[in-house]
């Protein structure tokens, strides 16, 4: 085995390792996301460090989501034959989730190179995507979980009840609270599925400030399609 590879090895084990560790707490601003369509969830945790994301091994939910334009798809309809990077975001809204994709577009190239597909995943709406674009052509695809339906099925979404915390993220994003007055949005997480779907490696941090690097990200893709 080439020292490239072992290398890679020890990157990605460390960052499992350490990838899903918790931070001791939120801001108390931290931007949040809702949007008229989601329901209120009781099971849903209020604290980012309770979340708990599918793990390395487990079956990736196939969940129904909405291109740009619209038009619903079948997440493994957009890949079926190969592995997938898939990364939920807070938000074209957010600085740190634009910041974090401007690093991957410059790794977009190599990834696809190893055969595998990226797509992005907000709870912003068809229409917000498009805007975000400002016509420019996106460099992987930009999908929307209006109804929160990916979140919850990967174990990464949460919800904050605070009436003046939700009045304050109402208008600062555009969006709508919950009928109960909640709000439900993602921890930002990357997971990379093989191409028979199985989680093979995932990044989850409740610190909305720390993204994974892109190199280690690259790190991870090769991971991956090498299997």
């Known amino acids: 085995m080439h020292v490239k590879h ?3 090895i020890l990157v990605l084990l460390l960052v499992s390792a ?56 079948q997440m493994r309809e957009l890949h079926p034959e190969g592995p997938v990077m898939v990364i939920f975001y807070r938000g074209g809204w957010c600085p ?22 990226i797509v992005a995943i907000s709870p912003d709406s068809p229409e917000q995507l498009r805007e975000s674009l400002a016509g420019h052509e996106p460099a992987f695809t930009l999908l ?16 904050v009840s605070d009436p003046e915390q939700v009045s304050a993220l109402v208008d600062r994003t555009g969006h709508t609270a919950t009928p109960a007055g909640n709000y439900i949005f993602p921890v930002p997480a990357v997971f990379i599925l093989d191409k028979e779907g199985v989680i093979r490696f995932q990044y989850v941090d409740p610190d909305y400030s720390r993204r994974i690097s892109g190199d280690i990200l690259m790190a991870a893709a090769e991971y991956v399609a090498g299997l």
């Open 6 to 8: 072992h290398f890679s």
């Open 18 to 73: 350490t990838a899903t560790a918790m931070a001791t707490e939120i801001a108390a601003d931290t931007p949040l996301l809702a949007d008229r369509h989601v329901k209120s969830d009781e099971n849903l945790p209020d604290d980012a460090t309770e979340v708990q994301p599918l793990l390395i091994g487990a079956d990736a939910p196939d969940v129904t989501l909405r291109t740009v334009t619209g038009e619903s798809v």
């Open 96 to 117: 740190f989730c634009n910041r974090h994709l401007a690093e991957l577009a410059a790794k977009e190239e190599a990834i696809r190179d190893l055969g595998m597909a």
């Open 144 to 159: 929307s979980d209006t109804d929160r339906s990916a979140a919850r099925k990967f174990g990464v979404a949460i919800q």
